[in-house]
């Protein structure tokens, strides 16, 4: 495997790779720059053939002495949350063999990679982790003419790698049942899942099936018991700040996966909200180990959610039998409130497009 690093990237790794004149292999060649996004450090990594884009964020010094070792996992890490065969992608590193490094040239090239760079600095108001950067990335088109256009780098890696005459698609997923607790009822989704997605992506999942608007703080708590208490659980996964240093049971949650825990756990408590405090509770239905479709998908769903900060349980309670009573005198004002919520009753339809395309974006 060839990586084309950038001068900038070169420095970096202190090194001063050879040109190379010949055309190269695209499947197997990757460009490779640096670039920065506020405080945010990105090494960005764009195949030649396919343009699907691997990410590492804010990598130590030390770091970039062992960047073949750490490319290496994060494509096999990326490629399995993408939904590719495990075969295809054993069969893919084991073909491009060792990495080299050459330095990059070409003007075409070059221009693509830097619109890739501008893809992954784009997804980091969408996705937090190396994962979840580079599967979104990957997911966005890279066009030199529009950046929005979307070619799908993902889709067309998979195609060139059918190649190797073996199903791209097939991997280990999770059907899973979740229930949102509400006073008196529950609003109930279940989705199909890949087992290798992280739990910030999960996250986005679960914010599209509930329409919840990702404004909020949240956390995934882990018991062996059935159904449990915030208090009772044995870990917390957190997305960092003041909470990881003040619970001692908090881990920090990125690049972890969901067969990283499970089915070891197979029930989680998400919570969603620190004010409202959403407690969905999720319990694996199922496992499949050789799945083909193109997930997530929503396999049924009943209830409604509620609005953003609604104020809890007994805010929805209150806020249900207002909507249901147009004599109350509040009623006008909660209709337009929950207009401006962006508030709609369930609809299959709705929910399945929000869960099927939550990664993508």
């Keep these: 495997m060839k990586i084309y690093l950038t001068k900038k990237l070169a420095d970096k790794i202190k090194i001063n790779p050879p040109r190379e004149d010949e055309n190269p292999d695209g499947l197997y060649s990757w460009r490779a720059n640096i670039v920065e996004s506020g405080s945010t450090v990105l090494t960005v990594f764009m195949n030649e053939a396919s343009r699907y884009i691997i990410v590492l964020k804010n990598l130590k010094n030390k770091d970039y002495s062992i960047?073949?070792?750490?490319?290496?996992k994060i494509l096999r890490d990326v490629m399995a949350a993408d939904q590719?065969?495990?075969?295809?992608?054993?069969?893919?590193?084991?073909?491009?063999?060792?990495?080299?490094?050459?330095?990059?040239?070409?003007?075409?090239?070059?221009?693509?990679?830097?619109?890739?760079?501008?893809?992954?600095?784009?997804?980091?108001?969408?996705?937090?982790?190396?994962?979840?950067?580079?599967?979104?990335?990957?997911?966005?088109g890279i066009s030199m003419d529009d950046i929005y256009t979307l070619s799908n780098p993902s889709k067309k890696f998979k195609a060139l790698l059918s190649v190797y005459e073996l199903p791209v698609n097939k991997f280990k997923a999770f059907d899973l049942s979740v229930k949102l607790d509400l006073n008196g009822g529950v609003a109930e989704r279940s989705i199909s899942v890949p087992a290798d997605i992280t739990f910030r992506q999960l996250h986005k999942i679960l914010q599209r099936a509930y329409k919840w608007h990702d404004y909020h703080l949240y956390k995934f708590c882990f018991s062996p018991k059935d159904k449990f208490d915030e208090m009772e659980s044995e870990f917390d996964l957190v997305t960092g700040g003041e909470e990881l240093f003040e619970n001692k049971k908090a881990k920090l949650i990125d690049d972890v996966k969901l067969s990283d825990y499970l089915p070891e756990y197979m029930n989680i408590l998400y919570?969603?909200?620190?004010?409202?405090?959403?407690?969905?509770?999720?319990?694996?239905?199922?496992?499949?180990?050789?799945?083909?479709?193109?997930?997530?998908?929503?396999?049924?769903g009943k209830g409604d959610s509620p609005p953003e900060d609604v104020g809890g349980?007994?805010?929805?309670?209150?806020?249900?039998?207002?909507?249901?009573?147009?004599?109350?005198?509040n009623y006008v004002n909660t209709i337009k409130w929950a207009d401006n919520q962006d508030w709609k009753r369930y609809d299959y339809e709705n929910v399945w497009r929000g869960v099927h395309f939550a990664l993508d974006h």
Excluded: M
Aim: glycine share 6%.
């Design 67 to 72: 960047l073949p070792e750490l490319f290496t």
């Design 271 to 300: 919570i969603y909200d620190y004010g409202d405090y959403w407690h969905h509770y999720i319990k694996i239905n199922k496992i499949i180990d050789d799945c083909g479709d193109e997930l997530p998908w929503l396999l049924s």
């Design 84 to 140: 590719f065969n495990p075969e295809v992608i054993d069969f893919y590193i084991k073909e491009a063999g060792k990495i080299t490094y050459i330095r990059n040239a070409g003007k075409q090239q070059t221009a693509y990679l830097n619109k890739a760079c501008d893809n992954a600095c784009l997804v980091l108001y969408t996705a937090n982790d190396n994962i979840g950067i580079s599967y979104t990335a990957s997911h966005w």
């Design 313 to 329: 349980k007994n805010g929805y309670e209150n806020f249900i039998k207002i909507i249901n009573d147009p004599n109350n005198k």
